[in-house]
């Protein structure tokens, strides 16, 4: 069993497989050049999976594929192979901008992926292109649909930002309802890496929104294993919000991050790491344990993003951790 300096299990991990993305999102890196990490600087699948199947070992039940954009790194459905084929009840789950879907989800599905969230954050085209800085929300859409005909476990995840899509809000939640998809709203992370005077809306605000077409809903009892607060429609629909900017948002986190160069991320708003990539490459697994079990000693109690400040702003990059 994984504890960290706080008393918190941790049993879910989150392996970015590449830094490289195909859409440059506003509230993520929307001046970043289309450039990536040499091959070289990254670890390969089977490093990556030496330290996923010690993880495993050592108490880890669920662990999410996320990038940047996972689906640009080749033969990903041997990736996901390889972790299903070790532990085949492990909660195997992707995170995906959905633009490359539809042509792998089969593949995907077939080698072991249960769950997938995908980003939808408009249904208008123009405002899709104005997030994405690209024509995108048509291919989003068939990646979402193929994923669900597979038999994908599909979630959808959808950051409104003030200005741009906040007036959308209600016709993605209705889109996902008439298609019995759970969608997540999340609050936008104040980043240095986003577009300069970018707004995100808080859950009140969501929520005030919703409520004014659909008032009676209900709060759900909070699942600690969860970074999202659900609310129930009175036909039994559930949606939910993560709030990173609410106090005891960090109080049950569960998580660890492993980027794709090897370092190891306690938490997901600060810069703090360690890297395992020396020990993986020449099959020191001890000693990556070792480093694993120190990062989780020195895990904050808490993000930054609660403080009372409108200052506090994340120098995370994002795309290097799958947020």
Known sequence: MLIDGFGRKVDYLRVSVTERCNFRCQYCMPEKPFSWVPKENLLSYEDLFKFIKVSIDEGIKKVRITGGEPLLREDLDKFIKMVFDYKNDID?????????????????????????????????????????????????????????????KVKINCVPIKGINDIDIVEVLEFCKSKAYVIRFIEFMENNH????????????ILKVISKKYPNFVKVPRDTSSPAQYYRFEDGYEFGIIEPHKDDFCSSCNRIRLTAEGFLIPCLYFEDAMSIKDAVRNNRID?????????????????????????????????????
């Open 92 to 152: 195997l789950a992707l995170t995906t901008n959905g633009f490359l879907l539809s042509s792998i989800a089969k593949k995907l599905k077939e080698a072991g992926l249960k769950r997938i969230n995908i980003s939808l954050d408009t249904l208008n085209k123009d405002r899709a292109k104005q997030i994405a800085q690209k024509d995108v929300l048509d291919k989003v859409l068939e990646g979402i649909e193929e994923a669900s005909k597979v038999g994908l």
């Open 194 to 205: 986003a577009k300069a005077g970018a707004k995100g809306l808080n859950s009140d605000e």
């Open 287 to 323: 000693e990556a344990v070792n480093i694993l079990k120190k990062v989780l000693e020195n895990k904050p109690e808490k993000n930054k993003w609660s403080s009372k400040s409108d200052n506090e702003i994340s120098t995370r990059a994002f795309y290097q951790t799958g947020g």
